[in-house]
């Protein structure tokens, strides 16, 4: 079955970095498009980046362009989101979501002083 887990989260400073990964299972990870979303409290959840299955392709929500990248190693079956300059507002869980209908569990990131 898919599975997708996310990990490096936490906390961090204001203009701070973090990187997150999207380990993924039970499906042809090299030839899927992948993406990360996030929902911050009583806010909808979003799209923040996708990229395509050979990595070639890839789109940002205009409030994280610059700043974050989106990437994937498909010899590990991982995906990641390398974020930069992180604010306040960056602060939410953030999900990876792949075929149109497979979650991850999440993993928060907190950018506070």
């Known amino acids: 079955q898919v599975q997708l887990v996310e990990s490096g989260g936490g906390l961090v400073q204001p203009g701070g970095s973090l990187r997150l990964s999207c380990a993924a299972s039970g499906f042809t990870f090299s030839t899927t498009a992948m993406s990360w979303y996030r929902q911050a409290p009583e806010k909808e959840r979003e799209l923040v980046a996708a990229i395509s299955g050979a990595g070639t392709i890839t789109n940002y929500a205009d409030s994280v362009k610059g700043r974050f990248t989106i990437s994937r190693d498909n010899a590990k079956n991982t995906a990641y989101l390398q974020m930069n300059s992180l604010k306040p507002e960056d602060t939410a869980v953030y999900y990876c979501?792949?075929?149109?209908?497979?979650w991850g569990q999440g993993t928060q990131v907190t950018v506070s002083s």
């Open positions: 979501k792949t075929m149109g209908k497979y």
